[in-house]
């Protein structure tokens, strides 16, 4: 520690406070507005951060239950909120167990077998990477409206054929869970080797118990990316009933119908859990995320 | 440990599960290139082959492990990509939606009532059921047909000669209230002709407007005009240029390109577009970058306390689904009744109309978007600052340096590599950040004097989405154009990553 005047190091001490709460409020400012609104009367409410008048209104027809007002009209929830949450939750959950199979089996083959084409494969993972999805919009539209034709479970407007390009999106999640593994002694694969263990074998009972806590990392990764997906669930998905969050919520802020009030209350609703998962998972994620995006 | 010798059985079970596999594959490539989509068949054909082999033999057992996850990338990353891009040197759109057979069929099944043998006619009750009745063009006796209950689905009558017209038959007023379901129905006389209702009155034959000519013209019946199938422009075409609709799918080389070079109406707002899109992501890293490392800094520093409260709450915006928080904002800006015009009304006097001025709703996006972005970077500095010795910086403090002086040459030159390939990941993700723009803006507010609607915060991601997806139609192959414009740009970005990644790899070993 560099020894320094005691008043200096006093003035600059409150100045770094004073800093960062100014930018605390200014970063929070959003939060706490939105709070407020979901506990005000009305959809075009204005009034103070704590409002006069609290009422659950928002909150109830959040929960898709029925509003009761004090003037007796009967308010029916505008959206099925929790169904779109579950669809969502529904999707990122089978996506993000199928994404995991799929790049840890591969991430093993790419950190310990050597075979022909692996070097360049690597590569152009990495550069296929880069593009984003959202190129491919157009195709995956007219792709599965053709195969809407065969079947619709694999059609326009089908959770299935949403969970197919999610599965797809695996490049990335390869790089990082190769990143973990080239880390694990390579003494143990070649203790196994010679006890006979088959590259499966090696796999399924030495490396899998290993890599629990990347694979973890990247179930959260891909549980958060999923949830938050809009430009492929919006072309993809048509019905009401089958939307998901991100692609329902936008419906409360339409320019002709404008929810304010309802939609805070959703937003809160629906926020909350994913904030309280990421916040937890967020030392693991973020030294995942530096990782597999730095590490070669 | 010994490994156990698979038995007969279960091998056995596991070729013919793997056939299985692969016929059904072969079967859905046969019909995904029926339906029209024979490029993503061949794949599928690709893909069964090279399952069959790769799981069949021993040779080619390393390769187990990466075929599962090659072949998902292929199937919905790379051959999308390549099919959008194949897509912009065709005419794929609203009016050229089917392919060629389809489209020749819609037009010849298209009808046109024949007024010239209209003839008036009314309905019969019987029982819950319903007749109708038409009368003969010389007014004696007519045609009655079977009982039918009317329903508005699709129906054919046939019908016999009756001498007399029916005594009793429904009134106008009740005749009306069926209009419905009357048009859903044929009436097939007993010579052959078929009748279908024509207005409220009659009842007319009809026949169908086009006929298929040897030479695969189609004539209309109606006014003698011959159409040609034109392969170049995917339509039927008269010699006057005078087009049927629906067209159909075709080639059409560079001519989505041929619009977007030589229309004004398209390349203006493109031009703007272009310049838009490389200044959001350039500012967007710029301010995330340096407000998140700035942080990083503040927390870095030891004298502070409660750094792990400040630590939580600053990457609060990161941990709340970026959806969620636009909307949010996309209210918070609104002009009217948001809070932040409130807060500005009441503080400055101003309410900036955020919406409707193309400055500042741009500003607007780059605050919500530094907003959305500046944690990620913070957490990622406070990393990387920690690899920064602090011998280093002490010895620079001895020989009297300033705190800025030492971030300046020691900190900054030495989280700099390792910060590059982020900063280009991060650049390229915000060239193509289309979330935030279809969330907030819409590209809204749109340029003025285009012929196709462009917004003054479009960036070519959203704007490729809207062509495609929203307003103007359906323009898939006009989109697609413009996606292999964004593939290229993209493409230099991915190049610059990967050198960028190749070098700090050889930094690190």
């Keep these: 520690m560099i020894v320094e005047n005691r008043r200096s190091l006093m003035l600059k001490k409150i100045a770094a406070h004073g800093f960062l709460l ?67 939750v529904k999707l990122a959950l089978v996506s993000a167990f199928g994404v995991l199979a799929i790049s840890t089996i591969s991430a093993y083959a790419f950190s310990r077998i050597r075979f022909r084409g692996r070097a360049a494969l690597l590569d152009s993972l990495f550069i296929v990477q880069l593009f984003p999805n959202t190129l491919a919009l157009i195709a995956l539209y007219a792709v599965f409206d053709s195969l809407g034709g065969i079947s619709p479970i694999i059609g ?18 390869i790089w990082t869970i190769k990143g973990y593994f080239d880390s694990v002694d390579p003494a143990l694969d070649r203790a196994a080797a010679i006890d006979g263990a088959t590259a499966w074998q090696s796999f399924r009972l030495v490396f899998l118990p290993l890599a629990v806590p990347i694979m973890s990392v990247v179930f959260v990764l891909v549980f958060i990316g999923v949830i938050n997906d809009y430009p492929l669930a919006s072309i993809l998905l048509r019905q009401e009933d089958n939307l998901t969050l991100a692609v329902g919520s936008r419906l409360y802020l ?35 995320l530096s990782e597999g995006a730095v590490k070669g | 440990m010994r490994k156990p010798l698979p038995s007969v059985a ?30 993503f068949g061949m794949l599928l054909v690709i ?72 003839r008036p006619f009314s309905v019969i009750k ?16 007519g045609y009655k047909s079977t009982v039918s209950k009317l329903t ?15 005594e009793q038959t429904l009134s106008r007023r009740d005749v009306i209230k069926l209009r419905k379901a009357l048009a859903q129905v044929t009436v097939i006389l007993p010579s052959g002709d078929e009748m279908r209702s024509a207005g409220l009155r009659e009842f007319a034959g009809i026949q169908p407007e086009y006929v298929l000519q040897e030479d695969q013209s189609v004539v209309n019946q109606l006014t003698k005009e011959q159409f040609w199938p034109d392969h170049e422009t995917g339509f039927y075409t008269d010699s006057d240029g005078n087009r049927l609709t629906p067209g159909w799918r075709t080639n059409i080389g560079w001519g989505n390109f041929e619009r977007i070079i030589t229309s004004a109406g398209i390349r203006g707002p493109m031009w703007s577009i272009f310049l838009w899109t490389i200044g959001f992501a350039v500012a967007s890293v710029a301010f995330c970058f340096a407000i998140g490392l700035a942080l990083a800094v503040a927390l870095q520093w030891p004298h502070l306390r409660a750094r792990s409260f400040y630590r939580v709450m600053l990457i609060l915006p990161y941990a709340v689904p970026a959806f969620i928080s636009i909307l949010v904002f996309k209210g918070l800006f609104n002009q009217n009744f948001g809070e932040i015009n409130l807060l500005l009304k009441g503080l400055f006097g101003v309410q900036p109309d955020w919406n409707t001025d193309a400055n500042l709703a741009r500003t607007m996006l780059l605050i919500v978007n530094t907003w959305l972005g500046y944690p990620y970077m913070m957490l990622l500095a406070m990393g990387f600052l920690q690899a920064v010795p602090e011998d280093q910086k002490k010895a620079a403090y001895i020989e009297g340096a300033g705190p800025l002086r030492v971030f ?80 290229i740009l993209v493409s230099i970005i991915a190049y610059a990553s990967f050198v960028a990644m190749r070098k700090t790899e050889g930094v690190a070993s």
Excluded at chain 1, 67 to 87: H, I, Q, T
Excluded at chain 2, 92 to 108: K, W
Aim: with cysteine.
């Design chain 2, 47 to 118: 893909v069964a082959v090279v399952c069959g082999v790769v799981f069949s033999h021993k040779r080619f057992y390393t390769y187990r492990f990466v075929v599962p996850g090659m072949v998902t990338m292929a199937l919905f990353v790379i051959f999308p990509i390549v099919y959008t891009i194949y897509l912009g040197f065709t005419n794929y759109g609203s009016f050229n939606l089917l392919h060629y057979e389809r489209s020749q069929q819609v037009i010849l099944s298209s009808n046109i009532v024949d007024s010239a043998s209209a």
């Design chain 2, 408 to 487: 300046f040459t020691i900190t900054l030159p030495q989280i700099i590599p390792p910060f590059v390939p982020l900063l280009l990941a991060s650049f390229a993700f915000n060239f193509n950040n289309i979330v935030l723009i279809l969330l907030l803006t819409r590209g809204l507010p749109d340029i003025p004097g285009t012929i196709i609607p462009a917004g003054e915060t479009d960036i070519l991601g959203s704007f490729t989405y809207r062509i495609a997806f929203m307003d103007s139609g359906a323009q898939f192959g006009l989109a697609g154009a413009i996606t292999l414009i964004i593939f």
């Design chain 1, 22 to 88: 100014l930018f605390l409020i200014v970063i929070m400012f959003p939060f706490l507005v939105v709070i407020s609104i979901s506990f005000r009367e009305g959809n075009f409410s204005v009034g103070s951060l704590w409002p006069d008048k609290p009422t659950l209104e928002h909150w109830y027809l959040a929960f898709g239950v029925e509003y009761l007002r004090a003037d007796g009209v009967l308010v029916k929830p505008p959206f099925p909120v929790l169904l779109w949450m579950w669809n969502s």
């Design chain 2, 10 to 39: 279960s091998f056995w079970l596991m070729k013919a599960l793997l056939a299985l596999f692969v016929l059904g594959l072969l079967y859905s490539a046969w019909i995904v290139y029926l339906v029209g989509q024979p490029l």
């Design chain 1, 156 to 173: 326009i407007d089908s959770h299935w054929s949403l969970i197919l390009v999610y599965l797809s999106g695996i490049m990335m999640h």
């Design chain 1, 254 to 288: 339409n320019e002709f119908k404008y929810m304010w009030g309802d939609f805070a209350a959703a937003a809160v609703l629906s926020g909350a859990p994913i904030t309280v998962v990421f916040l937890i998972a967020q030392k693991y994620l973020v030294s995942g």
């Design chain 2, 152 to 166: 508005s689905s699709p129906s054919i009558l046939l019908s016999q000669d009756v001498l007399s017209a029916p």
């Design chain 2, 126 to 141: 019987d029982g819950e059921n319903y007749r109708i009745f038409i009368s003969r063009l010389d007014g004696k006796g």
